[in-house]
């Protein structure tokens, strides 16, 4: 719904103002957003669901973004194994949802 949205934005902002919207869809940032997100119950003390390993630090999202934004890029997916689903989930939704599932223990 929200890449929809802003696909709507850009092409109508573009058109009109000629200002470009560039969608960025990080994967795991390394904050604690996720520990009071949907990863674990509040107050529970247990480990956000899914994998540790290749966060993204806040500094090289915000980098990522920047330069995307400046480059009048569509969309940004970062990290690399996050553009293989993105285009994986066109060809086979339910393979990758199942995956997601399995990763956050759903």
């Not at 890449?3 to 795991?28: C, D, K, N, Q, W």
């Not at 520990?35 to 090289?60: F, I, N």
């Not at 940004?76 to 293989?84: A, D, F, M, Q």
Request: with cysteine; proline share 6%; aromatic share 6%.
């Amino acid at each position: 719904a929200v890449s929809g949205y802003f696909s709507a934005l850009r092409m109508e902002i573009h058109a009109r103002l000629g200002v470009a919207v560039t969608i960025v869809y990080p994967g795991t940032v390394a904050t604690d957003l996720r520990q009071s997100a949907v990863d674990r119950s509040p107050g529970s003390g247990a480990e956000a669901a899914g994998s540790q390993r290749g966060k993204l630090s806040p500094h090289t999202c915000a980098r990522q973004a920047i330069r995307a934004a400046a480059l009048r890029d569509r969309e940004l997916v970062t990290p690399l194994p996050y553009r293989i689903s993105v285009a994986l989930h066109a060809l086979a939704p339910s393979l990758v949802e199942y995956f997601a599932k399995k990763k956050y223990g759903l």
